[in-house]
């Protein structure tokens, strides 16, 4: 049990540390070529050094820093809401095969995720019920999955520390996701020599690292862009609210994302006249802020110290894990997506969501692009996938496996 003194950092502070992370993690990616050569997004970097920071003060202090991180869960509701705005009917229609086999892929890889972690436990020593928790309860579903779950395979199985095991489990996924996708689309667009097929595509998330114009972006599209966002965000609110009454509980994001899908094709053929943000600057600007806070603060919060117990076993289940997802996406994935540049981006943020969390996956593809391009449907089919079906689904598997 921690006995250290607690330091927690009030939420507009931890914005502001956010912020700072975010900032270090691009000094470095510029003074390292490394990071830019093998697509490490800047806030996973900056996030990764302050919590090896945190965990130093710890050691030597005996101090536990925790943030409030009400602001970072805020940003998560601007970044899916953006991602809606961008999304055109025409694109899911021209991209609904490509949108089916990601699903079915992805679908059948919860299972597989499942039966390594059932495998891993065997092979570590640790209960078989724990396997759901290693797998995709903890790294498709993430934090919000594994603590949903765990006491109801503590109460089930009698295993008092699955909460514990749960977010670790999620946490060492989060880490390794940040860091396994940018090689894996570096790999495929090397030894496939890939290229962009959009290079005139407006910009979804992620301005190019050489992008200078920044005329279209002034006070006014800014304001219009966050209009756009708010409105969007509270029809979210009322039906994701409508919903829940309903007995149906979503998410916050999705149904954002939703509603905002629905205004972004609905607004302009009502009213053509109308400035709409979509796949501008200045959307792209306000994406790439809530991205990038968002997944610094997520990784700057981590508590490495509570992992150590843990750190043994959990590592080995998560090294076959990522193993696995290396394998599925260079020779199951990305041939079945097409074996082109959109494939790769999609590989880089599968394994982004499949070990950690869609707002990794988003910034694992952010990173290629910028390198190498843009690949609008990507953004598009993915959050989709991982932000909706996958939820629903691995709420059944995990059921499954359960029980």
């Not at 494939?343 to 869609?358: H, I, K, Q, W, Y």
Request: with cysteine.
């Amino acid at each position: 049990m921690d006995e250290s003194s607690p330091l927690l950092i009030g939420d507009f502070l931890a914005l502001t540390v956010g912020i700072l992370v975010y900032f270090v993690g691009v000094l470095a990616t510029r003074r390292f070529a490394v990071l830019r050569e093998f697509n490490i997004p800047e806030p996973v970097t900056g996030g990764l050094l302050a919590a090896l920071t945190t965990l130093g003060v710890h050691a030597l202090f005996d101090l536990s820093i925790s943030f409030e991180l009400a602001t970072r869960d805020r940003l998560l509701i601007y970044f899916f809401t953006a991602i809606g705005l961008n999304a055109r009917l025409s694109d899911l229609v021209k991209g609904g095969r490509a949108l089916l086999i990601l699903l079915v892929l992805t679908l059948g890889y919860i299972v597989v995720q499942d039966v390594i972690g059932v495998i891993g436990t065997v092979l570590f020593g640790l209960p078989q019920a724990l396997g759901v928790l290693t797998g995709s309860a903890s790294l498709i579903g993430g934090h919000g999955t594994a603590i949903a779950w765990a006491p109801e395979i503590a109460r089930l199985h009698g295993i008092d520390n699955a909460p514990e095991i749960g977010i670790a489990s999620a946490t060492f996924g989060l880490i390794l996701a940040s860091l396994i996708g940018g090689p894996i689309a570096k790999l495929l667009i090397t030894r496939h020599n890939l290229t962009t097929e959009t290079s005139d595509a407006a910009p979804m998330v992620g301005l190019p690292y050489a992008e200078e114009d920044r005329s279209a972006i002034n006070h006014l599209t800014l304001m219009s862009a966050l209009l756009a966002l708010h409105l969007a965000i509270i029809l979210g609110y009322i039906v994701n609210e409508a919903l829940q009454e309903a007995g149906i509980m979503l998410p916050l994001f999705v149904t954002c994302l939703l509603m905002a899908i629905v205004m972004s094709n609905l607004l302009p053929r009502l009213m053509p006249r109308l400035p709409w943000p979509a796949r501008t600057r200045s959307l792209a600007v306000i994406s790439d802020y809530s991205l990038n806070i968002f997944l610094a603060m997520s990784l700057m919060s981590m508590q490495l110290w509570t992992l150590a117990g843990l750190a043994g076993p959990l590592l080995g289940i998560l090294a076959l894990q990522t193993l696995a997802a290396f394998l599925f996406i260079v020779f199951v994935l990305f041939p079945l997506m097409g074996a082109n540049y959109e494939a790769a981006v999609l590989g880089a943020g599968f394994g982004g969501f499949a070990l950690g969390a869609t707002p990794t996956a988003i910034a694992n593809m952010t990173a290629v692009t910028k390198k190498h391009g843009p690949a609008p449907n990507a953004f598009i089919i993915l959050p989709l996938v991982a932000a909706f079906f996958v939820d629903i689904a691995n709420a059944f598997v995990i059921g499954y496996f359960v029980t």
